[in-house]
């Protein structure tokens, strides 16, 4: 064989090679582009391990979807953060708000309507979306947020402290005249102890809770009128004034009351049941924490308000709309939520995560804490949105009559009668 002929087998067998190593050799796949979204959330004090875990799920799955948080104090700072940057065309593509929020941006046009991405997805009570959990995201005529979180008020005690004034730490009263009472024995050990705190300061979701659990409601059906104004909205004040006056309520704040509770100061802290957690971590080793339902008022009509946030998708279209709304199915479906509940003390909104014993199930066994909130969503109704620009205003109006009472400034009836006239005058003026 001469060297020609050589040298031409030799290109043969390059070429031959290098087809080969093309033919198997694995595909250089471009890289995908990254989509950046923005996603504001409220109270990060109680929520940010929940986005944190979250987030870090999310990434296993959509490894080319960044998110870049916004975070506020509060809900009522979120809403007035969205409703600022609307005006100059800033706003996240993502808020998640508190329900008695929604309504406002579901009637100004911000909230996008959620029905028809769920309806392209198949049956939504397939993906756990019930009815029930539906409603609270539902205003102004659309499914203006899908709920990620849910919460009602329960009790968080101090057993050392309620045996220590002879009560039964493993059967608290279950009515207010047995909680009032118990109180009352607490405070009078001394040393600074106070007996109890009922966290009226925050908005009106804890008035809703007296209201609602004596069978009452905010405006008439027809929402032309306040019907707090009632013999339910004053029982719920006269017994309100008889936490101070009978129960030796001080008039603290909700962070100075929780602060309190923590050193062990305090018997008896009703507020929402997010802040197990929160709780957890504050107290630590001082007593053992333990939690109990509220206290039944009317055993038929008797109702609950449903705190918590949704998710409500702000921006219309293109990959940031498609980006938003995969994150916001991924933090309600049931493996989202259940991250939610485990880093917080909300009730899972999800109802397969709710059903389903493999997402939550043993947590609830191995954390007894968790399970009052959840008894007692049978009888949690949403959480009343006043129509109108005016509800901010309208519930520190509540706040401030209440505050009232509180530092008995004024008799219950003297305070629900000037509430009734300052909402009065914030409400919409009927048509027609």
Same mark, same amino acid.
């Given at each position: 064989?001469?060297?020609?002929?050589?040298?031409?087998?030799?290109?043969?067998?390059?070429?031959?090679?290098?087809?080969?190593?093309?033919?198997?050799?694995?595909?250089?796949?471009?890289?995908?582009p990254?989509?950046?979204?923005?996603?504001?959330?409220?109270?990060?004090?109680?929520?940010?391990?929940?986005?944190?875990?979250?987030?870090?799920?999310?990434?296993?799955r959509?490894?080319?979807?960044?998110?870049n948080y916004?975070?506020?104090?509060?809900?009522?700072?979120?809403?007035?953060?969205?409703?600022?940057?609307?005006?100059?065309?800033?706003?996240p593509?993502?808020?998640?708000?508190?329900?008695?929020r929604?309504?406002?941006?579901?009637?100004?046009?911000?909230?996008?309507?959620?029905?028809?991405?769920?309806?392209r997805?198949g049956?939504?009570?397939?993906?756990?979306?019930?009815?029930?959990?539906? $409603?609270?995201?539902? @205003?102004?005529g659309?499914?203006? &947020? +899908?709920? !990620?979180?849910?919460?009602?008020? /329960?009790?968080?005690?101090?057993?050392?402290?309620?045996?220590?004034?002879?009560?039964?730490?493993d059967?608290?009263?279950?009515?207010w005249?047995?909680?009032i009472?118990?109180?009352?024995?607490?405070k009078a050990?001394?040393?600074g102890?106070?007996?109890?705190h009922?966290?009226?300061?925050?908005d009106?979701?804890?008035?809703?809770?007296?209201?609602f659990g004596?069978?009452?409601?905010?405006l008439t059906?027809?929402?032309?009128?306040?019907?707090?104004?009632?013999?339910?909205?004053?029982?719920?004040?006269?017994?309100?004034?008889?936490?101070?006056?009978?129960?030796?309520?001080?008039?603290?704040?909700?962070?100075? $009351?929780?602060?309190? @509770?923590?050193?062990?100061k305090? &018997? +008896?802290? !009703?507020?929402?049941?997010a802040m /197990?957690?929160?709780?957890?971590?504050?107290?630590?080793?001082?007593f053992?924490?333990r939690?109990?339902?509220?206290?039944?008022?009317?055993?038929?009509?008797?109702?609950?308000?449903?705190?918590?946030?949704?998710?409500?998708?702000?921006?219309?279209?293109?990959?940031r709309?498609e980006?938003?709304?995969?994150?916001?199915r991924?933090?309600?479906s049931?493996?989202g939520?259940?991250?939610?509940?485990?880093?917080?003390?909300?009730?899972?909104?999800?109802?397969?995560?709710?059903?389903?014993?493999?997402y939550?199930?043993?947590?609830?066994r191995?954390?007894?804490?968790y399970?009052?909130?959840?008894?007692?969503m049978a009888?949690?109704?949403p959480?009343?949105?006043?129509?109108?620009?005016?509800?901010v205003?309208?519930?520190?109006?509540?706040?401030?009559?209440?505050?009232?009472?509180v530092?008995?400034?004024a008799t219950?009836?003297?305070a629900?009668?000037?509430?009734?006239?300052?909402?009065?005058?914030?409400?919409?003026?009927?048509?027609?």
């Amino acid at each position: 064989m001469n060297r020609e002929t050589t040298a031409m087998i030799d290109r043969r067998t390059l070429h031959l090679a290098a087809a080969s190593a093309a033919l198997f050799a694995p595909r250089v796949l471009r890289a995908q582009p990254v989509t950046e979204i923005t996603v504001h959330y409220a109270q990060p004090v109680i929520y940010k391990e929940a986005y944190d875990a979250i987030t870090a799920e999310f990434a296993k799955r959509e490894p080319n979807i960044r998110i870049n948080y916004v975070t506020t104090v509060n809900y009522e700072e979120g809403m007035q953060l969205i409703l600022r940057q609307a005006a100059t065309g800033s706003m996240p593509d993502l808020s998640y708000q508190g329900f008695n929020r929604l309504r406002l941006f579901a009637e100004r046009g911000i909230a996008q309507d959620l029905a028809p991405l769920l309806a392209r997805e198949g049956d939504p009570a397939q993906h756990g979306y019930s009815p029930q959990m539906l $409603a609270l995201g539902h @205003f102004g005529g659309i499914q203006s &947020g +899908l709920a !990620f979180a849910a919460s009602n008020p /329960i009790c968080f005690y101090n057993p050392d402290l309620v045996r220590r004034a002879g009560g039964n730490p493993d059967a608290l009263p279950t009515d207010w005249d047995g909680i009032i009472a118990l109180s009352a024995k607490i405070k009078a050990l001394g040393d600074g102890i106070e007996g109890m705190h009922y966290a009226w300061s925050s908005d009106d979701w804890m008035f809703s809770a007296l209201l609602f659990g004596h069978g009452g409601r905010m405006l008439t059906e027809d929402e032309r009128d306040i019907a707090f104004a009632g013999p339910e909205g004053l029982a719920s004040l006269v017994l309100l004034d008889r936490m101070v006056k009978e129960g030796g309520m001080a008039n603290l704040s909700r962070d100075a $009351a929780a602060q309190a @509770f923590a050193a062990g100061k305090m &018997g +008896l802290f !009703f507020w929402t049941t997010a802040m /197990i957690r929160g709780s957890l971590q504050q107290v630590g080793r001082n007593f053992q924490l333990r939690t109990t339902g509220m206290p039944i008022i009317d055993a038929q009509k008797g109702r609950l308000p449903t705190g918590g946030a949704a998710g409500m998708l702000i921006t219309k279209e293109g990959p940031r709309h498609e980006a938003a709304w995969k994150f916001l199915r991924f933090s309600t479906s049931p493996e989202g939520t259940s991250l939610m509940a485990r880093n917080t003390g909300y009730v899972p909104t999800n109802q397969l995560a709710i059903d389903e014993d493999k997402y939550l199930g043993e947590f609830y066994r191995q954390n007894p804490l968790y399970v009052p909130a959840t008894q007692q969503m049978a009888i949690s109704i949403p959480w009343y949105a006043f129509p109108g620009a005016n509800s901010v205003r309208v519930t520190q109006s509540v706040v401030n009559n209440s505050g009232r009472i509180v530092e008995q400034r004024a008799t219950p009836q003297q305070a629900l009668a000037d509430m009734a006239t300052e909402v009065r005058r914030l409400l919409p003026r009927p048509r027609g």
